[in-house]
């Protein structure tokens, strides 16, 4: 009997034990789940606005009535008959147009292209005294190939130059340094524009151009005075150019 209440005690008790380290295991997990971070959910990123490109030339158009450009300009002229070098000239060129049709228009320029140049061998000690040409002159022209980026324009303008050869002279004739005298000369301008545009009303403008004076002497026997000398030089321009928004 003594023997069967101890058996019953040892299975009671080893009973309870096996329950108190069930209970610790269980509460211990739970205090490890309570315990750890919760696991972070990947954040949505807010949408992104879309990217807009802007062109600078979409409203480039060919219907203006007018257009203005100014640009530093360089002319070669020889100052006189006899001078083998001729000058180099800076200035201005200032030019407009009115367009008549999409294609056709007239432009008008005024062009200034002042330096020095070299004289003929004097004994008036004079080297390279200063000299100046003043173009005017106007006529038509062509729009030709064309888009929103550029244009070409070809023009035949006609007019007169004004050469200014003696001013520095020091009153000593023209004929002392093979200069022409001073005077009004006919003239024509053969070339055009190529023309870069930046926006619709603004253009840069590249004008290279023929130029044609024809100037004449009266101190010289062996020159003709009556039918002057035909100068054919080279002139160059850059500049910008602004179209008004008035429509045709």
């Known amino acids: 009997?003594?023997?069967?209440?101890?058996?019953?005690?040892?299975?009671?008790?080893?009973?309870?034990?096996?329950?108190?380290?069930?209970?610790?295991?269980?509460?211990?997990?739970?205090?490890?789940?309570?315990?750890?971070?919760?696991?972070?959910?990947?954040?949505?990123?807010?949408?992104?606005?879309?990217?807009?490109t802007v062109d600078p030339l979409a409203g480039v158009r060919y219907d203006n009535r007018y257009d203005l450009s100014v640009g530093a300009a360089y002319g070669h002229i020889h100052a006189g008959p006899i001078l083998t070098e001729g000058a180099n000239l800076g200035g201005l060129d200032v030019s407009g147009s009115y367009w008549l049709t999409r294609r056709l228009g007239l432009e008008g320029t005024g062009r200034a292209y002042l330096g020095t140049s070299g004289a003929a061998p004097n004994t008036d000690s004079i080297n390279g005294p200063f000299v100046a040409e003043y173009m005017f002159a106007a006529g038509p022209e062509w729009l030709g190939p064309h888009n929103k980026h550029g244009d070409i324009i070809l023009h035949v303008l006609g007019g007169g130059a004004y050469g200014d050869f003696e001013k520095d002279l020091n009153g000593h004739p023209p004929k002392d340094v093979g200069f022409y005298n001073n005077q009004v000369a006919p003239a024509v301008i053969f070339g055009g524009h190529l023309d870069l545009n930046r926006s619709p009303q603004w253009v840069f403008r590249i004008t290279p151009d023929a130029l044609y004076t024809r100037y004449s002497t009266d101190y010289s026997t062996n020159i003709s005075s009556s039918g002057g000398h035909n100068n054919w030089n080279f002139g160059i321009s850059v500049g910008m150019q602004y179209k008004f928004k008035k429509k045709r």
């Open 1 to 52: 009997m003594m023997h069967f209440q101890v058996r019953s005690f040892a299975l009671n008790a080893v009973a309870g034990l096996m329950l108190c380290a069930a209970l610790t295991v269980t509460a211990s997990a739970q205090s490890s789940s309570s315990s750890s971070p919760a696991v972070q959910q990947p954040s949505v990123s807010a949408p992104q606005p879309a990217y807009i």
